[in-house]
């Protein structure tokens, strides 16, 4: 096939190779050239420091060992197949339920409501909010997973939890890796602790105790921190929420408030000290 390449006679060579790094063949140095660093393919290492080391892996390693399984197109962190397979379907999810709402919304706008009851009306108007708000929620979460690409101090990585679990949680370990660990049994679980790895990442929460912990402190309200995390949930599965004291039935996203948080019992139980 090399008659239609970019090898064919007269033709511009691609010089968008592995990884989409660009072949440097200079000098005859042949590197594959990352945003932040040279890949030697003859002894399988970069050759410069790793910007987000892991240390377990090396300074100068590439793609964990492992350059089949994993790919690292910046140079600076790996990411595995499973990290990578559920960054894509989860933002595939959060767009298919973008696009539901979305029409449930259009809907309806659209509709009239003149031969509505006062009652009917104002329910009208409480789900026009409500779906306004979860969309914004979800393109939120959307957002936020963008941006771990991009950050230049941690790296972040998924690990769903078991059956047996209670709640999931954001683990921070000592090279520097956030580990997002939700339940299973639904996206809105991962937009969950996604939230919470963005407020670290924000800096509305910092790190509590000797790493490895999911210890953390913040510079706001537990229970307003918790409350988005619950939007965020609430934006995706409008079912499911914990039971709070403050509100029996959650029917709309913006009555998930620092007050419900506050009802439920397990936040009950740490403001009295049972936990």
């Known amino acids: 096939m090399a008659g239609i390449s970019s090898k064919a006679a007269g033709g511009i060579e691609n010089k968008k190779k592995y990884n989409g790094y660009e072949f440097n063949s200079d000098f005859d140095i042949n590197l594959y050239e990352s945003f932040f660093r040279s890949h030697d393919p003859q002894i399988g290492r970069f050759w410069q420091i790793d910007p987000k080391p892991n240390y377990s892996d090396g300074l100068y390693a590439a793609m964990g060992d492992n350059p089949i399984k994993n790919f690292d197109i910046l140079g600076d962190v790996y990411k595995t197949e499973k990290d990578k397979k559920l960054y894509e379907e989860t933002t595939k999810s959060i767009d298919g339920k973008v696009k539901e709402l979305q029409a449930s919304l259009d809907k309806l706008e659209k509709a009239s409501d003149e031969k509505l009851s006062k009652r009917k009306k104002e ?62 049994g639904g996206v809105e679980f991962i937009l969950h ?83």
Do not use: C, W
């Not at 997973?145 to 078991?162: A, G, R, V």
């Not at 004291?245 to 620092?258: R, W």
């Open 193 to 275: 602790e996604v939230d919470h790895a963005n407020d670290y990442r924000v800096g509305l929460t910092k790190i509590s105790g000797e790493l490895p912990t999911t210890g953390y402190s913040s510079k706001t309200s537990i229970y307003e921190i918790e409350a988005s995390a619950y939007r965020k949930q609430f934006a995706y599965k409008n079912s499911g929420l914990p039971e709070s004291s403050a509100i029996a039935n959650v029917l709309y996203i913006f009555q998930i408030t620092a007050k419900f948080i506050e009802g439920m019992s397990f936040y009950q139980d740490v403001h009295d000290g049972k936990h």
């Open 123 to 184: 329910k009208r108007l409480n789900e026009i909010e409500d779906y306004r708000e979860r969309i914004e929620n979800l393109e939120k979460s959307k957002n936020d997973l963008n941006e771990f690409d991009k950050d230049q101090k941690n790296t972040y990585t998924f690990t769903m939890l078991s059956s047996f679990d209670k709640e999931g949680s954001v683990l921070f370990e000592k090279d520097g890796t956030v580990n997002i660990r939700y339940l299973p």
